[in-house]
């Protein structure tokens, strides 16, 4: 969350200017956590960036970024574990933050002093109360029930309403009432269409709008108001009016083609505009991996529709640029040399023989990490089984957070980690963008897949039985 409030806002908090913007403390802080802030100058997620943070052994910090011209204030998140904290970060003041682990397994205890205290309270009680993945969960048996979540959420929302009545500035208190108030409104929706689609009632954003509840909310989303992007709506109401909808298993890239053309005539406001380009590529260009004809086809109309975005169309042009095909039956383009916990090494070549089920991971990838139980029930499901055998690959920089990592899992199958330079050479001859990512070779090293299911989806086992067939 980004932009520029009413006049007043933006000098009502002085012009001081000799501090960071933001500084802490972090205590109780585990040697295997490795904190990291997530921010975004405008307020897209699109545009959030990621950095770990320096802490200091005292379990200090300090966060002062160079705020572009036009924005003058931002909201933070502090990652620790799996649990993440809001601050509130104002050009010409200082935030003093304070973080207690010491209290238990929940949510840490958090102070702030200096600027903006009340806003600051606000911004992390928030931060809480909207955090997606307290709504849903990746293991089902952890999961609760659509009324657990829709009390939680309940119950989270009235604390946020009763923070905001503690902000002193009324601008600044306004602004952030109607955000959260669609923060609150896109969270329900999602609990809603969770719902709904479990139920197997639904299966896309435009189905759901036949459930009154569902589309009495969606009604309230106006796409010439630039809160729709930073509450997560916009996505909702692109979702439900794009001709095409997504096919995960088969995307079109005509159909995308006329979604990009939708997006272009009918989205005019600014920050919504902008948003809405910079997402519409990302699951087609970057996540699904079309082929490289399909993803020029894809671009040269992006080009097009996006000039007025050169730093959006030359991001999404390096992922086309770095696309490798791999058909299905290829040997691998590329074996890297593996490393393992006690520094010997291996090349990957020599470990065939078998169907090779591979885990492309790091500690520092939430998604990842959430595949480890799964990945570690499917080596123990074919435990035994001398057709097969699993390799988790990792890329950390960090080896002491991998070694940590494996200490605590202590895992039953086989561990390795990449030198940068195997990392370089080894994504790339792969054209591999994100991770995690899990690939599937035969007994003679030739590709079943290059892009296999995750260990958490309901194939996982299916897929997994044909291939030693």
Known sequence: MAASLLGAMAVSCGSRNDGPLLKGHIE???????????????????????????????????????????????????????????????KGATTDMSIDLTGGDGYASVSFTGDNVDVNETVNVAAQAYDFMRYTSMDPSMAK??????SLLESENAKVVESLKKIGDSDKRDYFTRLYDFKYTAQKMGNIGNRLYEEGKVKTTREMLENPEYKALYDRIDINDPMMMKSGLLTVWV???????????????DGLISNLRFIDENVKEPSNRRSALHADPFFFIEKLRPSKADAEKYMSVYSEVAAEYPDIVERYRKSVDAIVDLKDGERMPYYPVLTDPDGKQVNLADLTGKVTYIDVW???????????????KAVERFKGNDKIQFISISVDDDLEAWRKKLDADKPEWAQYVLSPEEHKAFMGALGINGIPRFILLDAEGRFISNDAVRPSSDDIDKVLNEAIR
Do not use: H
């Not at 029930?145 to 829709?150: C, G, P, R």
């Not at 909808?245 to 088969?250: A, E, G, I, T, Y």
């Not at 520092?364 to 959430?370: E, L, N, T």
């Open 28 to 90: 109780g802080l585990d040697g295997e956590d490795k904190p990291y802030i997530g921010y975004s100058f405008d307020g897209d997620i699109q545009s959030t960036v990621y950095e770990g943070m320096v802490i200091d052994s005292l379990g200090n910090f300090e966060f002062n970024p160079v705020m572009p011209d036009g924005v003058d204030f931002m909201d933070v998140d502090i990652y620790v574990g799996d649990k993440g904290y809001g601050a509130y970060v104002e």
């Open 145 to 150: 029930s659509y009324d657990e979540y829709s």
């Open 239 to 253: 979702n439900a009016n794009c001709p095409y909808q997504l096919d995960l298993d088969n995307p079109d890239v």
């Open 362 to 376: 790091a500690t520092w990838c939430g998604p990842c990490c959430r595949e480890i139980p799964y990945l570690e």
